[in-house]
C-alpha cells in the first residue's frame, strides 16, 4: 500500500505560475491532507516578474492546491506575490524559512506568526535593493514576533551595506553572520538584542587589516566600558580566519562583558 506524501520539494524555473497556489472560488482543487512539510526552491540569479509569474507560460489549467496540515515551510530565492504569502501563511505553521530579499520576508511575516515554533530568516546583501529597505523590513519583522520561542536570522556579507547602529532586533534568538569584517561594531550590536542568545561571526580579514587588532579589540572591552551588559547571550562562536591559535585569551574578556555566557568557543 502506498504511503500518504508528507514531505515534498519543488524546484521552480523561471517563468513559473504560482497559479495554483492562489485561493478562490474555484471547485477545481487537489487537496493534499497528510502533506506536513514543503521546500520551494528558485534561482535569485534568474529573472523574474511577479506579474508575469500569475499566469501560466503555456495556458495550462492548474487545479488549487490545498495542504490543510502543513507545518513546515521552506521558500529559497523565490519572489512571492502576496496572495500566495497570505496562502501559505494561514497554514498551521510551525516553522517557516525563508532565504532571500528581506521585502518578501516583511510580506511573510506581516500575516499571523504567532503559531510558529521556528521563524528561520537568510539575507544575502547582495539581493537588497539598499541598506534603509533593509533596515525597515528586518526591524519591522524582528520587532513583531514576540511570541516565537526561536527566530534565528543569517547575514551573508553584511559589510556590503550595513551600518549596525539602525538595526532594531529586538526578539531575535539566533544570530549568524558570515564574512563579517567589522567586529567591534557587532560587539555592541548584539548588546542591543535583548533576547540574542546565541550568535556565531566569521569574521574575514582581508590583506590590507592587521588580523591583531581583532584580538585588541576584544582584550580592550574592560577599558572601554565601565561596566558588562544586560544581555541574556548564552553561547558566542568566533571565527578570525588565520589566527585562531591566538584567539583564546581574548575571548575571556567576553565572558567579562557577557556575563550570562555559558559557552564561548571558535568556529573551526
Known amino acids: 500500500m502506498p504511503q500518504?506524501?508528507?514531505?515534498?520539494?519543488?524546484?521552480?524555473?523561471?517563468?513559473?505560475?504560482?497559479?495554483?497556489?492562489?485561493?478562490?472560488?474555484?471547485?477545481?482543487?487537489?487537496?493534499?491532507?497528510?502533506?506536513?512539510?514543503?521546500?520551494?526552491?528558485?534561482?535569485?540569479?534568474?529573472?523574474?516578474?511577479?506579474?508575469?509569474?500569475?499566469k501560466d507560460p503555456i495556458d495550462r489549467?492548474?487545479?488549487?492546491?490545498?495542504?490543510?496540515?502543513?507545518?513546515?515551510?521552506?521558500?529559497?530565492?523565490?519572489?512571492?506575490?502576496?496572495?500566495v504569502a497570505e496562502c501559505f501563511m494561514s497554514?498551521?505553521?510551525k516553522e517557516l524559512t525563508y532565504r532571500g530579499c528581506s521585502d518578501y520576508a516583511h510580506m511573510l511575516c506581516q500575516h499571523d506568526t504567532s503559531n510558529l515554533?521556528?521563524?528561520?530568516?537568510?539575507?544575502?546583501?547582495?539581493?537588497e535593493l539598499n541598506a534603509e529597505t533593509f533596515y525597515h523590513n528586518t526591524s519591522a519583522v524582528f520587532r513583531n514576533i514576540s511570541k516565537i520561542p526561536i527566530v534565528r536570522c543569517t547575514i551573508i556579507d553584511p559589510d556590503l551595506g550595513i551600518?549596525?547602529?539602525?538595526?532594531?532586533?529586538?526578539?531575535?534568538?539566533?544570530?549568524?553572520?558570515?564574512?563579517?569584517a567589522d567586529l567591534?561594531?557587532?560587539?555592541?550590536?548584539?548588546?542591543?538584542?535583548?533576547?540574542?542568545?546565541?550568535?556565531?561571526?566569521?569574521?574575514?580579514i582581508d590583506f590590507n587589516t592587521d588580523p591583531r587588532s581583532f584580538v585588541t579589540i576584544l582584550k580592550g572591552l574592560s577599558q572601554r566600558y565601565p561596566k558588562p551588559v544586560s544581555s541574556k547571550l548564552e553561547t558566542l562562536l568566533?571565527?578570525?580566519?588565520?589566527?585562531?591559535?591566538t584567539l583564546d585569551?581574548?575571548?575571556?574578556?567576553?565572558?567579562?562583558?557577557?556575563?550570562?555566557?555559558?559557552?564561548?568557543?571558535k568556529v573551526e
Open 4 to 54: 500518504p506524501l508528507k514531505v515534498v520539494s519543488l524546484v521552480f524555473d523561471m517563468p513559473h505560475s504560482w497559479d495554483m497556489f492562489i485561493r478562490n472560488d474555484d471547485s477545481n482543487t487537489l487537496v493534499f491532507e497528510n502533506l506536513k512539510s514543503m521546500r520551494i526552491l528558485g534561482d535569485r540569479f534568474s529573472e523574474f516578474d511577479l506579474q508575469d509569474g500569475r
Open 61 to 83: 489549467v492548474w487545479p488549487k492546491l490545498v495542504i490543510p496540515q502543513l507545518e513546515s515551510l521552506v521558500l529559497f530565492e523565490m519572489p512571492i506575490p502576496a496572495d
Open 91 to 93: 497554514a498551521p505553521l
Open 117 to 127: 515554533n521556528e521563524l528561520i530568516l537568510s539575507f544575502d546583501m547582495y539581493s
Open 163 to 180: 551600518d549596525w547602529s539602525f538595526v532594531d532586533w529586538s526578539y531575535l534568538t539566533h544570530l549568524y553572520i558570515q564574512d563579517l
Open 184 to 204: 567591534d561594531k557587532i560587539i555592541d550590536a548584539i548588546s542591543a538584542m535583548p533576547y540574542l542568545v546565541f550568535a556565531s561571526l566569521s569574521v574575514n
Open 238 to 245: 568566533i571565527s578570525l580566519y588565520g589566527i585562531n591559535s
Open 249 to 265: 585569551s581574548a575571548l575571556y574578556e567576553l565572558k567579562w562583558y557577557y556575563p550570562k555566557l555559558k559557552h564561548i568557543g
